[in-house]
């Protein structure tokens, strides 16, 4: 066998006569892991797609081993070996594990299912990547991060040659990617190729053999990762315009604004205790905590989501009960959640009837929704937002994650909030979208409104918040000013309690 299981040559696809992958090259060697990154719209998930049968290529040849493949769908894929695991989640909750693993590929005894031997497969390969989970236990008692290891396992009941990992990690705790990695570890080891996409730089850096830096459909560069850093990375992303994402601007400001929201003794399901604070006008203000801190439970508080069990909430020196999500829209609190595709966006939709959902009230007139009124709305958003779209009628689920995430954010910010609540913003997103909702977001306090922003990056909160909130087992302990954020490893040790 050669040095490549896998070989991408001119590889090109369009849409819409817009050009996504112009003459891109790509080798996957064998037993290797080789990263995939590139910002948005730079065409890495258009090239997997073509691998996985997904798109069919206008140009170009791929062989697998060797041997010249035309997938014209995912099971031409599949028969030749290569797997996916997608960053949505593909297995059933309703059914059991070892039905999710086998589903489409079922065992047999004649006309009737074999259900004792796919048990014990079921068993066998739980127990090749140390993963404890009954075969018998149906997928919706797990947790995410167990159903996305399932995944892998699904992916491999049958033997694969090349497994394509997108954002594997999107959803695993600190101790999943771990055990994550021991499976890359193991798979590399029995001979199995992994291509993987992540936007987390140190993990590719920590994961990858080789990485290739895609931009605007073109391949820019392939390289050993050992030869790379984080910032030779990104520059090759992004160029020039990289250089100034993550830096902390400085905003004029009043000298002493006014209060936009006031919080005190904040009691939410015991999750929250007892919290105070305060946000300014044209603030942006930070949580940062470990999961389970409370982080998230403030600003479904403040939208309604959770009961207040104790405590009092003035917009702009107002009492401002919020008993709903309808107080708090009527308040002028908006939220962008954390999961922006279970809560944030209707997938089957498009991206101009995601826009209408917030703006209801806004686009209808006496009887009828005000179309001309909608269209007009969503494009100019999807122009001052940059949002990456063959046009407003495209499915929301045809976007990037990155693009996904600025129409949630513009279908808010359509609404004129004066108090935006952020919960992750930047997650599962590449480095460019990642600047630009930073911009965003500076704009928007800019113009005198006010922002909370959740995330466990604790460089995006330094590059954006005028001040961060550290919550401790529900507490909040510290309030950081600009003078306290000296570097990540003062934030790290003050969350950690």
């Not at 079922?106 to 739980?126: N, P, Q, S, T, V």
């Not at 005190?264 to 007892?274: G, R």
């Not at 401790?472 to 950690?496: C, F, P, Y």
């Given at each position: 066998m050669g040095e490549y299981v896998l070989q991408m040559r001119n590889i090109v696809k369009s849409f819409y006569g817009n050009t996504v992958l112009n003459n891109v090259d790509f080798d996957l060697k064998r037993g290797h892991v080789h990263?995939?990154?590139?910002?948005?719209g730079a065409g890495k998930s258009t090239l997997m797609k073509i691998l996985t049968g997904v798109y069919t290529k206008d140009s170009g040849e791929i062989t697998i081993d060797g041997i010249r493949c035309d997938f014209s769908n995912y099971n031409d894929a599949n028969a030749a070996g290569v797997r996916m695991i997608f960053q949505e989640l593909s297995v059933v909750p309703t059914l059991t594990v070892t039905e999710n693993i086998f589903l489409n590929?079922?065992?047999?005894?004649?006309?009737?299912?074999?259900?004792?031997?796919?048990?014990?497969?079921?068993?066998?390969?739980?127990?090749?990547?140390?993963?404890e989970v009954p075969v018998d236990e149906k997928i919706?008692?797990?947790?995410?991060?167990?159903?996305?290891?399932?995944?892998?396992?699904?992916?491999?009941?049958?033997?694969?040659?090349?497994?394509?990992?997108?954002?594997?990690?999107?959803?695993?705790t600190a101790n999943e990617v771990t055990r994550l990695f021991d499976i890359v570890h193991n798979l590399k080891a029995s001979g199995v190729s992994i291509v993987y996409i992540s936007h987390r730089m140190n993990e590719i850096l920590s994961i990858a053999d080789e990485i290739t830096v895609l931009r605007d459909g073109s391949h820019i560069i392939t390289e050993d990762a050992k030869n790379l850093t984080i910032n030779g990375i990104i520059n090759y992303m992004l160029g020039e315009s990289a250089r100034h994402s993550f830096e902390y601007h400085e905003r004029p400001r009043r000298e002493n604004p006014p209060v936009m929201l006031e919080v005190?003794?904040?009691?939410?399901?015991?999750?929250?205790?007892?919290v105070s604070f305060s946000v300014n006008e044209g603030e942006i203000t930070g949580i940062a905590?470990?999961?389970?801190?409370?982080?998230?439970?403030?600003?479904?508080?403040?939208?309604?989501?959770?009961?207040?069990?104790?405590?009092?909430?003035?917009?702009?020196?107002?009492?401002?009960?919020?008993?709903?999500?309808?107080?708090?829209?009527?308040?002028?609190?908006?939220?962008?959640?954390?999961?922006?595709?279970?809560?944030?966006?209707?997938?089957?939709?498009?991206?101009?009837?995601?826009m209408l959902i917030a703006l209801f009230r806004r686009v209808t007139g006496k009887v009828l929704i005000d179309d001309a009124k909608i269209k007009n709305l969503t494009r100019i958003s999807v122009e001052e937002l940059n949002i990456k779209t063959h046009?407003?009628?495209?499915?929301?689920?045809?976007?990037?994650?990155?693009?996904?995430?600025?129409?949630?954010?513009?279908?808010?910010?359509?609404?004129?909030?004066?108090?935006?609540?952020?919960?992750?913003?930047?997650?599962?997103?590449?480095?460019?979208?990642?600047g630009e909702i930073i911009k965003i977001i500076e704009d928007y306090a800019q113009k005198g409104n006010s922002v909370i922003v959740v995330s466990s990056e604790i460089?995006?909160?330094?590059?954006?918040?005028?001040?961060?909130?550290?919550?401790?087992?529900?507490?909040?302990?510290?309030?950081?000013?600009?003078?306290?954020?000296?570097?990540?490893?003062?934030?790290?040790?003050?969350?950690?309690?």
């Open positions: 990263a995939i990154v590139g910002g948005n590929h079922e065992y047999k005894k004649g006309m009737f299912l074999d259900d004792k031997k796919m048990k014990e497969e079921a068993e066998a390969l739980l127990r090749r990547f140390d993963l919706c008692n797990l947790s995410v991060g167990l159903c996305q290891l399932i995944e892998i396992v699904k992916a491999l009941s049958r033997q694969a040659k090349v497994l394509v990992m997108d954002e594997p990690t999107a959803s695993l005190e003794n904040l009691c939410v399901d015991n999750l929250v205790k007892d905590g470990l999961m389970g801190s409370g982080r998230t439970e403030i600003l479904e508080a403040l939208f309604g989501i959770r009961k207040i069990q104790k405590g009092s909430v003035k917009i702009q020196g107002r009492p401002t009960p919020i008993k709903n999500t309808r107080d708090a829209i009527n308040a002028g609190i908006a939220l962008v959640p954390e999961d922006r595709r279970r809560e944030g966006l209707v997938l089957l939709h498009t991206v101009k009837i995601n046009g407003i009628d495209s499915l929301i689920n045809s976007l990037s994650g990155g693009n996904q995430q600025k129409v949630v954010i513009a279908k808010w910010l359509k609404n004129d909030p004066k108090l935006l609540l952020l919960d992750e913003p930047t997650a599962g997103i590449d480095i460019g979208a990642k460089p995006e909160l330094m590059a954006m918040c005028d001040k961060i909130i550290v919550m401790v087992d529900g507490r909040l302990t510290r309030v950081l000013t600009r003078n306290d954020m000296l570097s990540e490893e003062v934030i790290q040790h003050a969350i950690q309690g």
